[in-house]
């Protein structure tokens, strides 16, 4: 009798353990293991998934942007600037240079912005040409910075004076001018502008460096000077030494004159020939800008300025 309860005892600890056992191991699959597969296959499942990319750059964009609703301009135009070098990837840098163009510009031309400017009196024999030539600057800006409203000259006039030490950059991939200004032995990015479209003479190799032949404008098929009363409505381009680098407006194709079916046959041609196309305006090369743009550029940049072009 004492043999069997003594078995019997046995058996049920052997049970028991065997039962405990599969319980702790039942327990360990579900809470630890179990999860443990589920947690990894979430992070499996994120990583698959295109999830969107934190911006940096975005806080500092609206801290920059709330410096200058503050009225602290200098302080939130510094600040993008640092934006862009620290974040050149970030998505707000397009804007941030936008809104930096946009501040240089008006404190060039700004009555309230005396730096780096010259109030010059005219004297006896001045001309517009002849001030600019000789002070390194624009005939177009003397117009602008001196808020001239005619080109006639008094001796005793007084012509507010900025130096234009500006180049130009453009970067063909980014279909991008970007207007540089040299400040003693140091050049800043001052503006950037986004071309229409960018067609280099065939054969370009880059990167190329040349300097500004000139600007040019014309009215009605006939080159005007800057003191010409149809100058503001002229058509207007900036050409390169190099033939071919020009900055313009884009092109329009023109149509060509048909000739009368009975023309066309009295020099031996079919009356039914198909017109001969007008050419094409893609064929035409250059840098091509919105007008505002070129109107902009001709009061900052002279012939002589660098352009330089690159990938």
């Not at 950037?192 to 032949?213: F, S």
């Not at 041609?269 to 001709?298: C, K, N, Y």
């Amino acid at each position: 009798m004492a043999r069997t309860q003594i078995k019997l005892l046995i058996f049920l600890i052997t049970v028991g353990l065997v039962a405990g056992t599969l319980a702790m191991g039942y327990w360990v699959y579900m809470n630890i293991l179990l999860k443990e597969s589920q947690v990894e296959n979430d992070i499996a499942a994120m990583k698959g998934k295109d999830r969107p990319r934190i911006d940096p750059g975005v806080r500092r964009f609206e801290a920059a942007v709330d410096l200058i609703r503050a009225g602290k301009i200098e302080e939130g135009r510094d600040a993008l600037y640092k934006l862009r070098q620290q974040f050149p990837d970030s998505a707000t840098c397009a804007d941030a240079m936008r809104i930096i163009g946009e501040i240089n510009m008006d404190q060039l031309f700004s009555p309230a912005n005396s730096a780096g400017k010259k109030d010059y009196i005219v004297q006896p024999g001045n001309t517009l040409l002849g001030i600019a030539t000789k002070h390194d600057t624009t005939i177009d800006s003397i117009v602008r910075a001196s808020g001239l409203m005619s080109f006639n000259l008094q001796p005793g006039d007084h012509l507010t004076i900025i130096p234009m030490d500006f180049h130009l950059g453009v970067s063909i991939s980014k279909k991008q001018v970007m207007l540089l200004r040299k400040v003693g032995d140091k050049e800043y990015l001052f503006k950037v502008y986004d071309a229409k479209d960018i067609r280099l003479p065939p054969g370009t190799r880059l990167p190329v460096q040349m300097e500004l032949a000139g600007k040019n404008a014309t009215f009605e098929g006939k080159t005007i000077l800057p003191t010409d009363p149809h100058y503001a409505e002229a058509e207007k381009w900036i050409s390169g030494t190099k033939a071919g680098v020009v900055i313009r407006t884009p092109p329009v194709a023109k149509a060509i004159p048909v000739e009368a079916p009975k023309a066309a046959a009295a020099k031996g041609s079919s009356p039914d020939a198909a017109p001969v196309p007008p050419p094409s305006a893609a064929s035409e090369t250059g840098i091509f800008l919105p007008r505002e743009d070129i109107e902009e550029l001709f009061a900052l940049v002279r012939k002589g300025s660098k352009l330089s072009l690159v990938r």
